[in-house]
C-alpha cells in the first residue's frame, strides 16, 4: 500500500507527558500537513511542509507542539506536557504541487490524555 | 481570518431519498474541495471545482461552485446506505492558500 501512513494509530497518556508521532507521506509527494480532528467538526490545519522546510504554522498552535520532517520524507509531530485538551484525532495529510491542491489524508492518531 | 460553514450539521435520510448540504465561505475563494468521511476513518477527497458557476457529476453525485465563488453544494440523488458519512468542503487558506480551512461537516445517515 503506497498510502499516507502514521503512528501509532492510538496513544493513552498522562497529563504532563510529552508524544510523537509519525507520519510516512506519499512518496512522491512534497507537501505533507498536520490537521487535528475532534469529533464532530472538521479537520483543523495545525502546519504544512514543502520538502524540509516548515512554511507555515497556524496561529492556534501553541509552544507546546512542534514538528520536523528532517529529510523532507517522513514527519514528526511532538506535544510537550501534554493537556486534556490535546485529545484529538492527529491527521496527517500529503500533496503534490502545484496548486490546486487534492490532500490524501492518513489513519490518523487518537490521542487521549487521562 | 477565513470560515467555511456548512448547513446542515446532520440529515437523516430513508434510503432512495435525496440529500443535499451547502457550504458558504465568508470569502472569496479559489477553488472548492469536497471530502468524504466514514464512520471511523479520515477524509477521502472527492472532487475539486475551479470556476465559478461550475458543476460536476460523479454518478449520483452532484457538484456546485456558486458564481460568486463562495458557496458550493453536494447533492446525492437516490441515496444509498454506502453514502453515509460525513460530507466537508473545504477552501484554501492560509497565507498563501496552500492549507485547506475545512467547514463543520455534515453527516448523513441513511435508513435502510
Known amino acids: 500500500d503506497t498510502g499516507v501512513s502514521q503512528d501509532p494509530r492510538h496513544k493513552i497518556t498522562k497529563r504532563g507527558q510529552n508524544v510523537t508521532f509519525r507520519c510516512d507521506p506519499i512518496s512522491e509527494h512534497n507537501r505533507l500537513y498536520w490537521y487535528r480532528q475532534t469529533l464532530g467538526q472538521g479537520p483543523e490545519f495545525l502546519t504544512y511542509f514543502q520538502n524540509e522546510a516548515q512554511l507555515e504554522k497556524s496561529r492556534l498552535l501553541s509552544d507546546r507542539f512542534s514538528a520536523e520532517r528532517p529529510k523532507g520524507s517522513f514527519s514528526t509531530l511532538e506535544i510537550q506536557r501534554t493537556e486534556q485538551g490535546d485529545s484529538a484525532m492527529y491527521l496527517c495529510?500529503?500533496?503534490?504541487?502545484?496548486?490546486?491542491?487534492?490532500?490524501?489524508f492518513g489513519p490518523g492518531t487518537r490521542l487521549t490524555v487521562l | 481570518g477565513q470560515q467555511v460553514m456548512q448547513i446542515p450539521q446532520y440529515q437523516h435520510v430513508q434510503e432512495g431519498e435525496d440529500f443535499t448540504t451547502y457550504c458558504n465561505s465568508s470569502t472569496t475563494l479559489s477553488n472548492i474541495q469536497w471530502y468524504k468521511q466514514r464512520p471511523g476513518g479520515h477524509p477521502v477527497f472527492l472532487i475539486q471545482l475551479v470556476k465559478s458557476g461550475e458543476v460536476k457529476k460523479q454518478k449520483r453525485l452532484t457538484f456546485q461552485f456558486g458564481e460568486a465563488k463562495k458557496n458550493s453544494s453536494l447533492h446525492i440523488t437516490a441515496t444509498q446506505t454506502t453514502d453515509v458519512g460525513t460530507y466537508f468542503c473545504?477552501?484554501?487558506?492560509?497565507?498563501?492558500?496552500?492549507?485547506?480551512?475545512f467547514g463543520g461537516g455534515t453527516r448523513l445517515m441513511v435508513k435502510p
Open positions: 473545504a477552501g484554501p487558506g492560509g497565507n498563501a492558500g496552500n492549507m485547506l480551512t
Open positions: 495529510a500529503s500533496s503534490l504541487t502545484p496548486k490546486p491542491l487534492e490532500q490524501f
